[in-house]
C-alpha cells in the first residue's frame, strides 16, 4: 500500500471533510449516469407512515441495490409493491450525504412483464418522435369530403362490420375496399405492412382517398403488433392519408401517431371517413327541401292570380253565350207559366161543365149557358191580352239579342280584318309590309294591302 504522506506537504493537500466527500460524489453520479431503467425484485420494503416515503432493495441473483421513492412519486402508482415482486424502475443514482449509502431515488415504477413491454413502447415512442415520425402526416391532409377508402383489418373481425355499417348508414356514396390482414400474434405486423403495400399498389387504378386501419380493443399484447418499428416507419412514408381506429378510448399504439390522425375506435374512425360526406349530405337534403317549399309557395300563389284573372275575364263571345242561357231560361220560364195558367183554366172549365150537368133545367141551362158565353169572352180577352203581352216580351228579348249580334256591332261603325287565312287581326304588331288584309264592314268587305 503506497504511502501519499511521504510526498506530500501541508501546503499542497486539499483536504475534504466526509460531507464534501459524499456530495462531490453523489454530483458526479448525477453528471455521469441519465435517469436508469433498472429490473429486480422487491426486498426490505418499508412505509413511513408519517412521511409516506418508500424505501426497499432491488436485488437480482448477485447483487443488492438500495433504493427510495418518495411520496409525490410513489401516490400516484396505483399500486403499493410487496415483497418478492419483479419490478422495472425508473430513476437516478445518488450518495446520501449524511451516511454515505449509494442508491437509486426512483421515479417511476411498473410491475414487470407489463411494464417490460411499456417500457420498450416508450423507447421506440421516444426514437420515433426524435427523428420526427409523428409530424410527417398531419390531419390537415385528410381530403374534406372522401368517396372511396380502403380498410385495412381483419376480414372476420367486428371492427369491420363495424366500420362498414357505420359508413353505409352516414354516407352511403362512400365506396369501401378491404384489404385483409392479421391483426394480433405472430406476423400480424408483416400481415399489417403487406395489406397496406396491397392498398399502395393498387392506388394507381383506385384512387383512394384514405387508408383506415383498424382493430377492436384489447390488453397491451394483443395490440403489440401495431407498435412495430418497421410498420410505423412505413406508414409514416406512405403517401396516401392514413386514419388508425385501433383499440378502445383509451389504447395508444404508436400507428396512432405516425397516422395523419387517431380515432378512438373503429366506428370513430368511419365516423371522422364520413364526416365531411355525411355534413355535406345532411346540407343538400336541407336546401333541397327548402327549395321545394319555396317553390310550392311560388306556384300556389301563381296559380291563385291565375284563376282570379281567368274569372274577370270574360270575352265578347261568352257575353253572347251568357245571353243566350238567360233567353233560354226566361223561355222555359213564360212556357211553364203559360202552361200552368191553361191548367188551371181547363181545370175551372171543367169544374163549370160538371155544374151545368147537375143543374138540367133550362132556364138554369140558359143562364149557364149565357154565364158560359161570358166565361169564354172573359178567358178570351185574357188570353188575347196575355198573349200580347208575352209576344212584347219576346220581342224585347229578340230585339236585345239582335242588339248584341256582331252584325248590329259593325252596323254602329265597327269593324273586323281578317288575313289571307281568314284569321281575325288582333294586333298589328303582327302584320308585315305586303300583308293582304280583308276588312268586313257592316254592308260589306273591303280589301287592302300593308305598306
Known amino acids: 500500500m503506497e504511502d501519499y504522506s511521504a510526498n506530500s506537504t501541508n501546503d499542497m493537500r486539499e483536504i475534504l471533510s466526509v460531507s464534501e466527500v459524499n456530495k462531490t460524489a453523489n454530483d458526479f453520479i448525477n453528471e455521469a449516469f441519465p435517469p436508469l431503467w433498472v429490473v429486480g425484485e422487491i426486498s426490505g420494503f418499508k412505509e413511513y407512515g408519517a412521511s409516506g416515503h418508500w424505501y426497499f432493495s432491488l436485488k437480482d441473483s448477485d447483487s443488492v441495490l438500495s433504493c427510495s421513492m418518495f411520496r409525490l412519486q410513489n401516490i400516484s402508482l396505483g399500486f403499493k409493491p410487496k415483497e418478492g415482486d419483479q419490478v422495472i424502475i425508473q430513476g437516478k443514482l445518488s450518495i446520501w450525504h449524511k451516511t454515505g449509502r449509494f442508491q437509486l431515488i426512483a421515479n417511476k415504477m411498473e410491475l414487470a412483464g407489463f411494464g417490460e413491454l411499456l417500457r420498450k413502447y416508450e423507447l421506440l415512442k421516444n426514437k420515433l418522435k426524435d427523428e420526427g415520425l409523428f409530424t410527417k402526416k398531419l390531419p390537415e391532409a385528410l381530403p374534406a369530403i372522401i368517396s372511396k377508402v380502403a380498410i385495412v383489418t381483419s376480414a372476420h373481425g367486428a371492427a369491420l362490420r363495424d366500420i362498414i355499417s357505420t359508413l353505409n348508414r352516414r354516407a352511403p356514396h362512400i365506396q369501401i375496399f378491404v384489404s385483409p390482414c392479421r391483426v394480433q400474434g405472430d406476423g400480424s405486423s408483416e400481415s399489417i405492412k403487406v395489406a397496406l403495400k396491397r392498398v399502395e399498389n393498387l392506388q394507381q387504378t383506385e384512387k383512394f382517398d384514405v387508408v383506415l386501419v383498424s382493430r377492436g380493443g384489447g390488453s397491451i399484447e394483443d395490440l403489440w403488433s401495431f407498435n412495430n418499428e418497421e410498420l410505423c416507419r412505413y406508414v409514416s412514408e406512405l403517401k396516401l392519408p392514413v386514419v388508425s381506429g385501433v383499440g378502445h378510448e383509451t389504447d395508444f399504439t404508436l400507428l396512432d401517431f405516425v397516422s395523419n390522425i387517431r380515432a378512438e375506435t373503429p366506428t370513430a374512425a368511419a365516423e371522422i371517413v364520413s364526416e365531411g360526406a355525411s355534413k355535406l349530405k345532411d346540407y343538400l337534403d336541407f336546401m333541397s327541401d327548402s327549395l321545394n317549399k319555396k317553390m310550392n309557395i311560388l306556384i300556389n300563389n301563381f296559380k291563385e292570380k291565375i284563376d ?41 172549365l171543367e169544374k163549370e161543365k160538371l155544374k151545368l150537368i147537375f143543374n138540367s133545367p133550362k132556364n138554369i141551362k140558359d143562364k149557364g149557358q149565357d154565364k158560359l158565353k161570358e166565361i169564354n169572352k172573359m178567358i178570351h180577352k185574357q188570353l188575347t191580352s196575355l198573349l200580347y203581352s208575352l209576344n212584347l216580351k219576346l220581342n224585347n228579348f229578340e230585339q236585345q239579342l239582335i242588339s248584341l249580334s256582331p252584325k248590329e256591332i259593325l252596323k254602329r261603325g265597327y269593324s273586323i280584318t281578317y288575313n289571307e287565312k281568314g284569321k281575325i287581326i288582333k294586333s298589328s304588331k303582327k302584320l308585315a309590309g305586303g300583308d293582304r288584309l280583308v276588312t268586313q264592314l257592316s254592308d260589306g268587305k273591303v280589301q287592302s294591302k300593308v305598306e
Open 308 to 348: 282570379f284573372l281567368r274569372k274577370l275575364l270574360r270575352s265578347p263571345k261568352q257575353k253572347i253565350q251568357d245571353q243566350y242561357l238567360k233567353l233560354d231560361h226566361k223561355s222555359e220560364q213564360l212556357n211553364s207559366t203559360f202552361k200552368k195558367f191553361i191548367q188551371r183554366k181547363q181545370d175551372s
